[in-house]
Structure formats: structure tokens, C-alpha cells
């Protein structure tokens, strides 16, 4: 790997109109030079409710390899406007996206969390 290069992760919807947003937004606000991608439908629903087991396992494995091989510095999760994996309005996605963070931040006790909630314009804010 190339160690003096930086990388960050997020945990983001599968929806590819939320990519390049979150992506650009991301690459601007930190520095990045490489984001890994772990995307699932509407993650923040999974992780804040923690039933879907094998799921969830397959998130947290692929947030270690990112965290352990790239030394990922921050890991973003996301929430967005019309979601199809996650039909809750975005009060409620906010919370749910507050939660994930919660048992992220327990999986890597060191490594930086956030949320960001993706707008009905495509536009990333920190949530
Ligand atoms: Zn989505």
C-alpha cells in the first residue's frame, strides 16, 4: 500500500446518485486521496437497528479491512433523501445515522466517525 497516501471510508446507500456527492463532498472537507466505498441500501437503517446479523458482519469486516490495510483516518456514514432501502424521513434518518455511529465508534473505538444526510438536491451536510 502506499502509506503516505491518505484514505478515508464511508459507509454509504448503493444509490449511485448519492456517489459522487458524497464522494467530492468528502474529498474537499478532509483531504482525502482515496475514499473507500462500503455501500449497502439505506445503511443507516441496518446498522441502527442491528437485526440484519450477516449484514451487519459484512459491514463491520469491510470497515476493518479499510481501517487495518488503508489505516482509513475517518469513516462517514450516510443517510439521503428518497431512499429506497430506507423509506424514513430525514428527522428520523438523522437519528438513525447517529446511531450507526454510535456502534461504529464501538468496532473502531479509534478511529473518527460522522454522519452526513444527502439533501433532495444532492447536496452533502454534516448530520
Ligand atoms: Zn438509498
Same mark, same amino acid.
Given at each position: 500500500?502506499? $502509506?503516505?497516501?491518505?484514505? =478515508?471510508?464511508?459507509?454509504? *446507500?448503493? #444509490? %449511485? +446518485?448519492?456517489?459522487?456527492?458524497?464522494?467530492?463532498?468528502?474529498?474537499?472537507?478532509? %483531504? &482525502?486521496?482515496?475514499? #473507500?466505498?462500503?455501500?449497502?441500501?439505506?445503511?443507516?437503517? =441496518?446498522?441502527?437497528?442491528?437485526?440484519?446479523? $450477516?449484514?451487519?458482519?459484512?459491514? +463491520?469486516? +469491510?470497515?476493518?479491512?479499510?481501517?487495518?490495510?488503508?489505516?482509513?483516518? !475517518? =469513516? &462517514?456514514?450516510?443517510?439521503?433523501?428518497? *431512499? %429506497?432501502?430506507?423509506? &424514513?424521513? +430525514?428527522?428520523?434518518?438523522?437519528?438513525?445515522?447517529?446511531?450507526? *455511529?454510535? !456502534?461504529?465508534?464501538? /468496532?473502531?473505538?479509534?478511529?473518527?466517525?460522522? %454522519? !452526513?444526510?444527502? #439533501?433532495?438536491? /444532492?447536496?452533502?451536510?454534516? &448530520?
Amino acid at each position: 500500500m502506499e $502509506s503516505n497516501k491518505k484514505f =478515508i471510508t464511508t459507509i454509504n *446507500c448503493m #444509490d %449511485g +446518485r448519492v456517489q459522487l456527492p458524497v464522494i467530492k463532498y468528502l474529498m474537499e472537507e478532509t %483531504g &482525502a486521496d482515496y475514499i #473507500d466505498n462500503i455501500t449497502e441500501p439505506g445503511p443507516n437503517k =441496518i446498522l441502527s437497528e442491528n437485526i440484519a446479523v $450477516s449484514t451487519v458482519e459484512s459491514i +463491520r469486516k +469491510r470497515v476493518s479491512v479499510s481501517v487495518e490495510k488503508h489505516l482509513s483516518e !475517518l =469513516i &462517514a456514514i450516510i443517510g439521503h433523501h428518497d *431512499c %429506497g432501502g430506507n423509506p &424514513a424521513e +430525514r428527522e428520523e434518518q438523522i437519528q438513525q445515522i447517529q446511531e450507526s *455511529c454510535k !456502534l461504529v465508534q464501538e /468496532w473502531q473505538p479509534d478511529t473518527k466517525i460522522i %454522519g !452526513l444526510w444527502v #439533501d433532495e438536491h /444532492w447536496t452533502v451536510h454534516s &448530520a
